[in-house]
């Protein structure tokens, strides 16, 4: 019973820490798409992750549009929440390298499930509220044009009809199903571990 309890306990631990890996990248996204930074969904998402975040702003500068001190965050976060996580549950002292490469699993699979819920929200949005003033339909609108924009160049709409989300889709699926899963099995955690 008591480890039964000591389980939901890890558990619980790890999905917030993977909930809060989930906001320090959103960050990282927005910036990186040069998202509105007065949206009150930006200013939320920085003061929730600037705790952690502005301890590598001393020495961390971003290069270009990517924020290396919240990259670094999410890093060192994710990596000592897996070598506490595991040595709590009685496993040891896990690999250094496993680590390594379980937590850049980690930052990939919060990234993917980001782009991947802001798709799904950008479609549900064209349908229902195409010209939405939503500061968070902005926001999702901002965070995808990135990576949609290259995609409606090469995948021009058919009529009505823009295949462009389904291609997105697809890259996605495909970068969590070989990348994530192969980072996973390489790193030698339990896939618990790496992702919500």
Do not use: C
């Given at each position: ?55 590598f702003q001393g020495f ?8 290396l001190a919240t990259l ?125």
């Open positions: 019973m008591g480890s039964q309890l000591g389980n939901a306990g890890l558990l619980l631990v790890n999905t917030l820490i993977n909930i809060y890996l989930f906001l320090l990248m959103l960050r990282f996204l927005l910036q990186a798409s040069r998202a509105d930074y007065y949206n009150p969904i930006s200013q939320s998402t920085v003061k929730i992750t600037q705790p952690v975040v502005g301890l961390l500068r971003p290069v270009g549009p990517f924020d670094a965050a999410g890093f060192l976060l994710k990596a000592i929440s897996i070598i506490v996580i595991l040595q709590i549950a009685g496993f040891g002292m896990p690999p250094l390298l496993g680590v390594a490469i379980g937590t850049v699993a980690a930052l990939a699979n919060a990234i993917l499930k980001i782009y991947f819920f802001a798709l799904i929200a950008m479609i549900i949005l064209s349908w229902v509220a195409p010209q939405a003033s939503h500061p968070g339909a902005i926001l999702i609108m901002q965070l995808v044009e990135p990576i949609m924009s290259p995609l409606r160049k090469v995948i021009p709409p058919l009529g009505m009809i823009d295949l462009s989300p389904i291609v997105a889709f697809i890259a996605i699926s495909l970068l969590d199903g070989l990348v994530v899963s192969s980072l996973t099995r390489a790193a030698g955690v339990s896939g618990a571990l790496i992702g919500l």
